[in-house]
């Protein structure tokens, strides 16, 4: 579902492109794979990035049901807070997965008037950044199994 939006998105983008612009830069001598990557990714750039834009936002607000499925993220809070009838709970889960997908939906704005190349640039950062920040994640998960294997075995002694 959120491929076929980008992919509508990008198909309309280039669809909406002028004739006589597409024209103009093969007056100018670009072959079809120039045209497409010079002019035309530029020109419906803006078509792109608010079909990333939603696909973006629409992933974050599905992610917090993960925890209906015992996957955690944000919705944990929302659940616990729900069955404990906590509203503490529930405003901190919706708050901040709401803020999430505002600070996502605003930096991508940023990015749709950015070049082509910082846009990559971006993406490949931020990619590392969740990479690095996952493994770490990972290396706390199993740190704090190895504390919870070692109290384990203690209670047993």
Do not use: C
């Not at 280039?14 to 670009?30: H, K, N, R, V």
């Not at 971006?122 to 990479?131: C, N, R």
């Amino acid at each position: 579902m959120r491929f076929s939006l980008l992919f509508k998105n990008t198909y309309t983008g280039l669809e909406q492109i002028e004739p006589s612009l597409i024209e103009a830069a093969t007056a100018f001598g670009m072959n079809r794979r120039e045209r497409l990557m010079k002019f035309e990714l530029s020109l419906a750039m803006p078509f792109i990035m608010a079909g990333i834009r939603t696909s973006t936002v629409m992933v974050i607000g599905t992610a917090t049901l993960a925890a209906l499925i015992g996957a955690g993220g944000l919705g944990n809070f929302i659940l616990l807070g729900i069955n404990m009838n906590d509203v503490s709970l529930i405003l901190i889960g919706a708050i901040s997965s709401a803020l999430l997908a505002i600070i996502f939906s605003s930096l991508l704005k940023f990015l749709e008037k950015a070049k082509i190349k910082t846009i990559l640039i971006s993406f490949s950062l931020v990619y590392s950044f969740l990479e690095a920040l996952i493994i770490d994640l990972k290396l706390l998960i199993i740190h704090k199994l190895q504390l919870l294997v070692n109290w384990e075995q203690n209670l047993m002694f």
